[in-house]
């Protein structure tokens, strides 16, 4: 399927789900990396994603379950009945849907709302701050590298360094803060890569997935 294919596929069934989205899980914790490391947030997981990456850690989130499917507003109920201030929502693939209702919804609770995404699918919502994680299973479309505030490119090995510039080049260092991750289970063998690359590369920053290793969700 190319892009429209998917998108359509993707919107059909919501469509067919009015007024909800599938959830497969949230929690109110820190956040472990990038740009808001140390913050509390509630993450919302959405489910359902078709990019494919060799490594997810989240594989469970690809298929999307019947009873997954939850009202919008009691979705975004969840970080209000938590104490949280501010919500990511994850995936999975979270552009995979039509966030407009969504994010409307959690703004009338004085949310503030960040995303997480691949890229892979047309932006919708409103949102205040945009992570672009872009995947070499599905190209990132091109509107997303004017609007997100962070880039963070996981490095699964040597050559997604060469890779991560290249997105970097479609960008506005003043508006976008660089992150590179080590895919967690390289991440001994590349972040050493990693290092010498910020220090050759100043523009860049080291993102670790803290939450790991305080084993926190
Ligand atoms: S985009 Fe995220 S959820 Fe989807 S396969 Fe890749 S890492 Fe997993």
Known sequence: MNITEMTIAARERQTANPGKIPVMEHYYTLQGEGAWTGTAAHFIRLAGCDVGCVWCDVKESWEIGEDQWMDLEAIADLPVESGADRVVLTGGEPAMYDLTALTAALRKRGMKIHIETSGAYPFSGDFDWITLSPKKFKPAL?????????????VFNKHDLQWAGEHAAKMDSSKTIFYLQAEWSKKDQVTPAILDFVKANPQWRLSMQTHKYIDIP
């Open 142 to 154: 091109e509107e997303y590298y004017s609007i997100a505030h962070e880039l963070k490119v996981i």
